[in-house]
């Protein structure tokens, strides 16, 4: 049966004009299982003015309260967060052991948020001149808008809106069109926790939603994650019109395995950061660097553990499920073709996978490709599948050069027993979030996610002290109170005495 993927404004469900819907798959089955509604202007414009109104009333909202509803907000989820996990694999394909994870990792962002009391505190400088105080607050921007992409439906929405809410704004959040149903799901369980009305929005769209978010005077702030393309046209838009963007991109995660590593730790962390989520994470490791000697046992190491994968129904007990839409998985099935085209060799092949699956799903199976050179398209492109390219290279300096000359920037690993080599490798590489002999080095929500280069355009990262900052503007205020000494006239600059 399809079910009705609406807008959610006011603490309500929301059809807006419905004129145009998109369909939204199971891609376990390719079955069509519910059709979202795309907004057209008038309807974001109603979604967005439903924020505006809300936001007075909850800036002036007690820390006390505001941090009691975020509280509440993570009682529910801690609780029910297996319905979400499973709505998460039947929209977009990852196994319920790893949507499970993504939603606790969108947890412990709630559970930072819960401390805003403390995170909100300002500074105070009594007598900074003659009997005058000076002081900083850290206050809300207003609506904020949120866009999210189809890999992380709950945890990458998490990443900001706890946050956000926590401080004293309102949301307005743009999921993807092709897993929407998660949003949904989590405003319903704001609204339980005690969340005011128009303080969380979701508005379901495409293009048109977007660009009324970047350009509607409401907004005050966009945060996005989503390709590189796309990230770059949201910060180019959304601060041309006025706004505090951070727009995080693509990816082209390396990990370096160097000749003195543990093999059988480093094979692991391969299988497990190349294959996970079938390939579609932002930090998956997708380019294995094998120095020196090091690359034909690896290889076989990978290969071996590879071919054990299940791949099959994310809702089954399967280890790996298939990509997010037929379209989706054509276009990294072509990037092996293009592999090999070039010379590349294929050691497991996923496009001879017998998943345990829907005839009709979206299945490709993990794919080992060796010898591949920086040249090819296998090697240049974010593929965003399950596919680990080996790239072979003579020393640590060759390693460190191909990733520094990547234009992506955003996770990267290194696999080795010698402790100078890590730290060297944590200084001079040019990647915002760096492993050691971790492979999927996703900082916790008290630090601050977010890569370098193309993979982020804007100066804050997400969550952690730097999601705070994003989130709320300082004001300094300088306070005298009268008493019979103040003073009387002076036209000068002021000056401390
Ligand atoms: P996408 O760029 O296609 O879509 C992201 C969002 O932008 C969606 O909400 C979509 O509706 C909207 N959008 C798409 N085309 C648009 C257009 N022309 N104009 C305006 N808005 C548009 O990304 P995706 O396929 O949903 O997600 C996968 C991508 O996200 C990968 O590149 C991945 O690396 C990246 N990603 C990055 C991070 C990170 O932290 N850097 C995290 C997760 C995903």
New binding site residues.
């Given amino acids: 049966m399809s079910t009705s993927i609406t807008h959610w404004v006011n603490n309500t469900t929301f059809s807006g004009s419905n004129e145009t819907t998109q369909p939204v798959t199971n891609p376990a089955t390719g079955e069509i299982t519910g059709e979202v509604t795309l907004a057209t202007v008038e309807d974001a414009r109603v979604v967005i003015d439903a924020a505006a109104a809300a936001f007075p009333a909850w800036r002036d909202t007690s820390l006390a309260k505001r941090s009691a509803v975020l509280f509440n907000f993570r009682e529910l989820l801690n609780a029910r967060k297996g319905e979400l996990a499973e709505i998460i694999t039947s929209e977009h394909g990852k196994v319920v052991s790893d949507a499970l994870g993504e939603v606790s990792r969108g947890q412990e962002v709630v559970e930072f948020a819960c401390g805003i009391p403390h995170l909100l505190k300002g500074g105070f400088t009594e007598n900074a001149s003659t009997k005058v105080d000076v002081y900083s607050i850290r206050q809300p921007l207003g609506p904020v808008g949120i ?6 439906p709950a945890m ?1 929405p998490m990443w900001f809106f706890p946050i956000a809410i926590a401080a004293g704004n309102t949301v307005v959040l ?5 897993d929407p149903s998660a949003s949904i799901w989590m405003a319903e369980l704001w609204a339980e926790a005690g969340l005011p009305p128009g303080v969380f929005n979701v508005l379901q ?3 048109t939603a ?2 009324e978010i970047l350009t509607n005077k409401a907004i005050k702030s966009v945060s ?8 770059q ?2 910060y180019a838009t959304g601060t041309a019109a006025g706004k505090r963007v951070q727009a ?4 082209k995660n390396h990990a370096v395995v160097l000749p003195d590593a543990d093999l059988d730790l480093a094979a692991d962390a391969m299988v497990n950061a190349g294959f996970g989520s079938a390939g ?3 930090m998956a490791i997708s380019a294995c660097v094998a120095v020196g000697p090091v690359a034909d046992d690896l290889v076989a190491k990978i290969a071996e553990r590879a071919r054990t994968i299940r791949t099959g129904d994310g809702a089954k007990n399967s280890d790996m499920g298939p990509l997010v839409t037929k379209a989706h998985r054509d276009k990294v099935a072509s990037y092996i073709d293009a592999g090999e085209a070039d010379g590349a060799k294929i050691i497991v092949d996923g496009r001879e996978v017998t998943p345990d699956g829907g005839a009709d799903g979206f299945w490709l199976g993990p794919t080992l490709i060796d010898h591949v050179t920086p040249e090819m398209s296998v090697y240049t492109d ?1 593929i ?1 599948g399950p596919v680990l390219s080996v790239v072979r290279v003579e020393s640590y300096d060759d390693a460190l050069q191909l990733i520094n000359d990547n234009p992506y920037g ?1 996770g990267t690993a290194i696999f080795t027993n010698d402790g100078g080599a890590a730290r060297r490798f944590q200084n001079e590489v040019e990647v915002g979030m760096v492993g050691i002999n971790v492979p999927i080095p996703v900082p916790m929500a008290y630090y601050s ?3 370098w280069k193309a ?2 355009f804007g100066d804050t990262h ?1 969550h952690g002290m730097d999601g705070v900052q994003f989130f709320t503007r300082g004001k300094a205020i300088t306070s005298r109170w009268l008493d019979p000494s103040h003073g009387g006239l002076e036209l000068g600059f002021p000056q401390n005495k």
């Fill in positions: 866009i999210s992409p189809f890999n992380f990458v743009k999921p993807s069109e092709k769209g495409d293009k977007v660009d996005f994650v989503g390709s590189t393309p796309i990230a046209y949201v995080l991109g693509g990816a579609e994470r932002c974010e965003f955003n996610f977010g890569g993979s982020l997400a």
